[in-house]
């Protein structure tokens, strides 16, 4: 080797592709334009090869005018004819009774048929890979929602019933709105009405003591609210992608006060909102200095007592993966398990997955390790994404064309209160378990060796929702093929937040439970639903249920808050200080 040749190798190595990167992403919100690139080139490569996809697809078209032409007189004459195209269950776009009226009716009908051809035409291309056609499908619907009739003053007849009732004024209101919020975006402020739910004060006013605190959480004792309890405690594991308060909403919206009212005593960690500083924290931190630090907390708080643990979304997977490696150190201290819209298996991780291929994730580790963590309003326009129909548009019209202001109520105070994640975390997660499944390939090491939920024999309770788009439930329902323990299942109605925020008393609740003994052989999915029992209501008393049979009999007196002695003293009232950062 000459000497020239290794000098040029030890010279440093300027760097151009992160900064390029960081920068498109600040004009792309995020997304991969090699991405969006090799999908749209798969889908366009293999329909210009297929001739038969292309005459089917024209027949359609042909079909479609024919059937619209048809249409479009009777919709004159007979406003309640029957449509062609019906609206899907969840799609409340043109159910309105204005929509009826011509010609709004023929609009929403040619809006429907374009929509479903274009399904059509991004789905069902042979050779096409999935994952691509997942995308091209998404992009397109996304497209075409921004476009929709319904979006437009002059071409939805609630709007203009409205600016005709009020004199234009609902307009002037909704420019108001618009400028209005965009001063909050620019000064980093929460949305209008979000003031009234103050940390502290409204939300997450369960009294209790920080009892522990280092650099990646504080862990919250609650104060008992009965003179004897449950000799096992209880520790919940909010996501590191949310403020743990979700749990702890409103008096009449909080888990935490359901929890402690019924005589157990509860801690909860609360995530300290990541920065720069913290780019270099990952999913082993999380184990150590949060779920394992908090559970030896709680061993101390309360000595010789094996402790139901609960995690919620990711902080659900994240407290499997550390259940799983304390079964494979022969660590006892759980009594339970509960997994909240919690998923262990990511091969159908819904539409999430369309952000996540090996383009995509690079993409996103390049912009991130300009800042250190991901920022909170990337993280929300992900998941806003995924409903963009309820979340922005309708919202949009709302405020902006019908100038009324959407009432604010806790949960959606909370969604407001958005956190970061750190470089490496976001980064661990990603790649390994939303692209390499590790943890059910066995790949998933903690401490340097790989962990199993199959190890897992402790009594779980797995609880879904319906309408999740973040963890679809039969994604969740997987962990009953993944562990060799007795699982109970629920699943209720609501969506990923609404179905777990889900307090008794509260009209239009019900779910679905069902217990599958570890002997028993496995049901799918679909036939458990079929045969689940059915329950009006929400699904905590049945938690609470299920709680008191795997708890001893007998209660005994509270433990005190913290214990000084073993260096656990109090050492601020609750909600603490981490949740107070911006």
């Not at 618009?178 to 940390?199: H, L, Y």
């Not at 963890?471 to 777990?500: C, E, M």
Request: net charge negative; aromatic share 10%.
């Amino acid at each position: 080797m000459d000497k020239q040749g290794s000098d040029a190798r030890q010279r440093p190595r300027l760097s151009f592709d992160r900064p390029l990167h960081a920068a498109i992403a600040r004009l792309t919100a995020g997304l991969s334009p090699a991405a969006l690139f090799q999908a749209y080139t798969d889908w366009a490569q293999h329909l210009l090869f297929s001739p038969d996809k292309q005459l089917e697809l024209a027949e359609e078209s042909v079909r479609n005018w024919m059937h619209f032409l048809e249409y479009w007189p009777k919709a004159l004459i007979d406003p309640d004819c029957e449509a062609c195209v019906e609206l899907a269950p969840n799609d409340k776009r043109f159910a309105g009774d204005a929509w009826h009226g011509w010609p709004f009716n023929a609009v929403s009908q040619g809006f429907l048929f374009t929509q479903q051809w274009w399904h059509h035409a991004t789905t069902d291309v042979k050779g096409v890979s999935v994952h691509h056609e997942d995308v091209v499908s998404f992009v397109a619907r996304q497209m075409l929602d921004v476009v929709s009739p319904a979006n437009f003053l002059l071409t939805n007849p609630e709007v203009l019933e409205t600016t005709f009732q009020q004199g234009g004024m609902n307009l002037v209101r909704g420019a108001m709105n618009f400028w209005e919020d965009q001063r909050r975006v620019a000064e980093g402020k929460k949305p209008v009405g979000a003031e009234a739910f103050q940390v502290g004060r409204d939300v997450a006013v369960t009294p209790g003591k920080v009892v522990a605190r280092n650099r990646l959480m504080e862990l919250i004792q609650y104060t008992p609210a009965t003179d004897r309890v449950y000799r096992e405690p209880v520790l919940i594991v909010p996501a590191w992608i949310m403020k743990y308060y979700i749990l702890d909403l409103s008096p009449a919206n909080s888990l935490v006060k359901f929890l402690v009212d019924q005589g157990h005593t509860v801690f909860i960690l609360s995530w300290k909102n990541p920065t720069g500083e913290d780019r270099d924290l990952g999913m082993e931190d999380y184990h150590r200095l949060g779920v394992m630090a908090a559970l030896n907390t709680v061993s101390a708080i309360v000595p010789g007592q094996p402790v139901h643990a609960a995690g919620y979304c990711i902080g659900g997977t994240q407290l499997a993966i550390a259940a799983a490696a304390m079964a494979r150190d022969a660590d006892t201290r759980l009594a339970s398990l509960t997994l909240l819209a919690a998923q262990t298996d990511f091969t159908e991780a819904g539409e999430l997955m369309l952000f996540i291929d090996e383009a995509q994730v690079s993409f996103l580790e390049d912009m991130m390790a300009e800042r250190g963590y991901l920022d909170t309003r990337q993280m929300a326009g992900a998941f806003q994404i995924l409903r963009s129909n309820d979340l922005i548009w309708s919202a949009m019209v709302q405020s902006y064309l019908k100038g009324e202001r959407p009432p604010m109520f806790d949960l959606m105070a909370w969604n407001a209160d958005a956190t970061r994640m750190p470089y490496r975390l976001h980064s661990d997660s990603l790649r390994r378990l939303f692209l390499n499944n590790a943890l059910v390939t066995g790949h998933f090491e903690i401490d340097g060796r790989p962990v199993s939920l199959r190890d897992i024999r402790v009594p779980i309770f797995a609880v879904s929702t319906i309408s999740d788009h973040v963890a679809p439930w039969r994604s969740v329902y997987k962990i009953q093929a993944l562990t060799d323990a007795d699982v109970t299942f629920v699943l209720s109605n609501g969506g990923h937040n609404a179905g777990i925020v889900n307090p008794p008393g509260r009209p239009n609740r019900k779910h679905q439970i069902a217990t599958h003994v570890q002997s028993e052989n496995y049901i799918d999915s679909d036939t458990w639903q079929q045969s689940a029992i059915h329950h009006e209501g929400s699904w905590w008393p049945c938690w609470q249920d299920w709680l008191v049979r795997h708890s001893s009999a007998d209660r005994v007196p509270a433990p005190a808050l913290g214990v000084p002695s073993k260096g656990y003293a109090p050492l601020c009232d609750a909600p603490g200080t981490y949740v107070l950062g911006s």
